[in-house]
């Protein structure tokens, strides 16, 4: 059965085109072009899925590992091949090829086909060496250790970063108060910059909230104080329209659009961290008490040492406007918007706040909050300046703003003898490994780290130790060789393995930059080590003496100060 295909490719070159053809069969083999003219795409083949039309870009070795990726998919998506002289499937590379004309409708396959195969760009083919992979995971880590003489309940914190995007939009910090420690993970989304606000000022609310409490701390006193400052900070960045422009709640739009150039730039850049968002989960541990504080998607998790394995315990839960509670919120603050509220964009898509994005809960992202009346005179200012990298446009069913908050939701756990650490990791760790998975993987790298004292390497093979969480987890899916010395890197390279193995991790980490966020988040770590009584976290060494290690430092003045 003919294979219909129709639409226009266009080659490296822009007088090259080649019009799609009817193919009979998948194995069909083509030359692009014969003319001597099209040299620059020598080397290369192109895959297109045959409905609708879509360019994936991939690196194969030889014709079995090409024909291994046909036989991966589905049975009833078929491709259309077309191949030049050599063993490379060239794919999207959307900067080097311009495919405005093809039709981009969402296709739930694509997705399956590019976990498929491996995309780099077009060219030269350099693998990853084993070397070149640990130091993309090994670049960022460190590990953060408690004041001296401090005998609390922290060992040490062990910290990585992965960076999918450029720059990474993920943050971290750890902080001593006067009351407890406090550390915190960060996710920014749209850019940098309200993840950077958070980073900077959030402990800072969170103490000054505390220290209004004196001695009257108690579980319920403390869980709102930290919602308190989770809100408290949201309000300050979504004010700062009015210190961008003192004027601003009496200025007409007009008026906004006659300021001078150079001031409208300067209200723009002290406008971005509202026009950008980020998500927090922060952990407040003073004694046995711990507190979690989270908005949005990234998660902590509790690791206990059980008679039959590791126990994980949820500590947050994902704020998305698909979680039943989140949306059952957003209805009832939204009367008789029920149907738009939150909705899908395609029936292939997933529910969204107001049809824009997933999270309901998240700092910034101001379009979802601010008044109505304040828009057109945010919309005048972008509009006005000759670039602007953030288009501001009020979305359809914006109607009762705001739609997202940052009121966090608070967990309260008593710590025991038995609970021996604690990961605090953005969504994109979560995006491979379930909760269950994530604890195993700590788990499995104490039990390495105690086997390997005895031992002069770090690599150690503990495939013969049995890896079961409580809910029945055999742990499978994790490595069998512990690489790092860092926990929170063994658990980003479990994370990029996928239960698939190190060449997964080699696939995953072959993506070039302009790539890499198609098929992974930003991945960031920390895990919080224990004083438990247990020898398991007591005894953690630090197997490389040279590896960056930090004290935890107490909160300054400036950092307890307002935004």
Known sequence: MATSVKGVF????????????NCSSLSTLAPLSKSPSDANIKKQFVITNSHPFRLFTAKISTFHDLFSILSSHHAKHKYVFRAATALTIVTTATSYYNYTRLPRTPQPALTKYKKAISLVSPGKTKF????????????????????????????????????????????YAASLSSDGYLFGVFDGHWDVHCADIVKKYLFGYIANEIQKLEKEKNKEKLSSALTNAFVRLDNDILNLPLRALPNFESITPEEVTALPEDLRKQAMDCLLPALTGACAVVAYIDGDDLYVANAEKSRAVLGTRTKIGWKAKALTQDH???????????????PGEEATVAYKKSSHGVLRVIGGMMPSRAFG??????????????????????????????????????YITAASDVTHHKLTQKDSFIVLASDGIFDF???????????????????????????????????????????????????????????????????KGDEEVRRILQFPANMRRKMRDDMTVLIIFLNNGENICKSLKIQKPELKKFRIERLTEVEVSDL
Do not use: M
Request: aromatic content about 6%; charged content about 25%.
């Open 433 to 499: 490994l379930s909760n269950d998975e994530v604890i195993s993987a700590v788990g499995q790298y104490l039990e390495s780290n105690q086997k390997s004292q005895s031992s002069s390497g770090r690599k150690v093979d503990i495939g013969d130790i049995a890896h079961i969480s409580e809910s029945g987890d055999s742990g499978d899916r994790l490595l069998h060789v512990v690489h790092d010395n860092n926990a929170s890197s063994h658990l980003i390279r479990t994370a990029l393995a996928n239960g």
């Open 320 to 334: 998305q406007s698909g979680n039943p509670s989140e949306l059952k919120r957003l209805k009832k603050e939204h």
């Open 365 to 402: 992202d101001a379009k979802f909050k601010w008044k109505l009346d304040w828009h057109p005179k945010i919309d005048a200012l972008i509009s006005s300046l000759p670039i602007s990298k953030h288009v501001f446009k009020t979305l359809q069913y914006c109607l009762t703003p705001p």
């Open 10 to 21: 266009p080659s490296l070159g822009a007088s090259n085109r080649t019009i799609w053809k």
């Open 128 to 171: 990853l060496s084993s070397n070149e992979i640990d130091q993309n995971i090994n670049e960022f880590e460190l590990y953060l250790l408690p004041p001296e003489n401090d005998n609390g309940r922290i060992v040490r914190v062990d910290v990585d970063l992965l960076a999918a995007n450029d720059p990474i939009e993920d943050k």
